[in-house]
């Protein structure tokens, strides 16, 4: 059973930069993509970007010129860096992992994390 935890998140002003991470564990992790996706006070969650298992990252629309993908040698930690963040970026973020994901495809979370909350103040 993969599970998921995340953390980094906290309050920071605009313009500042934070990096959140995720560790997944479990023994049958091999394979899994691990994405992040965030939610608003009163918005629907929505996705912010994943990596595939063999390291391809996608992002949603102009994200990928302040947020960048990373991830360790063992493939089960992954990090999100968040630069030049706005006061619109705040959100709780989840984790979330998908036994299924490729480029291109809609990430399809088969696990959630807990989620932590990123505040970005004006």
């Known amino acids: 059973q993969v599970q998921l935890a995340e953390s980094g998140g906290g309050l920071v002003q605009a313009g500042e930069s934070l990096t959140l991470t995720c560790t997944a564990s479990?023994?049958?992790?091999?394979?899994?993509?691990l994405g992040w996706f965030r939610q608003a006070a009163g918005r629907e969650r929505e996705f912010v970007a994943a990596?595939?298992?063999?390291?391809?990252?996608n992002y949603a629309g102009n994200l990928s010129y302040r947020f960048t993908l990373s991830r360790d040698s063992s493939k089960r930690t992954l990090y999100l860096q968040m630069s030049d963040l706005k006061p619109e970026d705040t959100a709780v973020y989840y984790c979330?992992?998908?036994?299924?994901?490729?480029?291109?495809?809609?990430?399809?979370?088969?696990?959630w994390g807990q989620g932590t909350q990123v505040t970005v103040s004006a």
């Open positions: 979330a992992a998908a036994e299924f994901y490729s480029n291109g495809w809609s990430f399809s979370a088969d696990v």
């Open positions: 479990g023994p049958d992790f091999t394979g899994y993509a």
């Open positions: 990596m595939t298992w063999s390291g391809g990252s």
